[in-house]
């Protein structure tokens, strides 16, 4: 059984920066491409940011380009999503996900986290 566990999120003033983690354990972490979603109140759950099984490939949605950066540690099996310049509409419940695939998707993973709160004020 795979499981994903997020944390790192929180409460940040509009500007500030927050670096969730993604600790995955029950499979072979480095085989897995991985991606960060979020979902909004109200709001589908939408693409943040993809990586490849060797970190080398990444894929960011617009609204986070320049501002987050995806990396992963396979020797820890821990994913991240480092955010800075946040702004109150990155305020949503954030995701990650793992599929059996190295390639990112924007849509098909297999195994996702409980999620965890970005709250972001203005």
């Known amino acids: 059984q795979v499981q994903l566990v997020e944390s790192g999120g929180g409460l940040v003033q509009a500007g500030g920066s927050l670096r969730l983690s993604c600790a995955v354990s029950?499979?072979?972490?480095?085989?897995?491409?991985m991606g960060w979603f979020r979902q909004a109140p109200g709001k589908e759950r939408e693409f943040v940011s993809g990586?490849?099984?060797?970190?080398?490939?990444?894929d960011y949605a617009d609204f986070v380009k320049g501002r987050f950066a995806i990396s992963r540690d396979n020797t820890k099996n821990t994913g991240y999503l480092q955010m800075n310049s946040l702004k109150p509409e990155d305020t949503a419940v954030y995701y990650c996900?793992?599929?059996?695939?190295?390639?990112?998707?924007?849509?098909?993973?297999?195994?996702w986290g409980q999620g965890t709160q970005v709250t972001v004020s203005s």
């Open positions: 996900a793992v599929r059996t695939s190295g390639i990112p998707s924007h849509e098909e993973y297999d195994y």
């Open positions: 029950g499979h072979t972490f480095r085989s897995y491409a």
């Open positions: 990586i490849s099984w060797s970190g080398i490939r990444t």
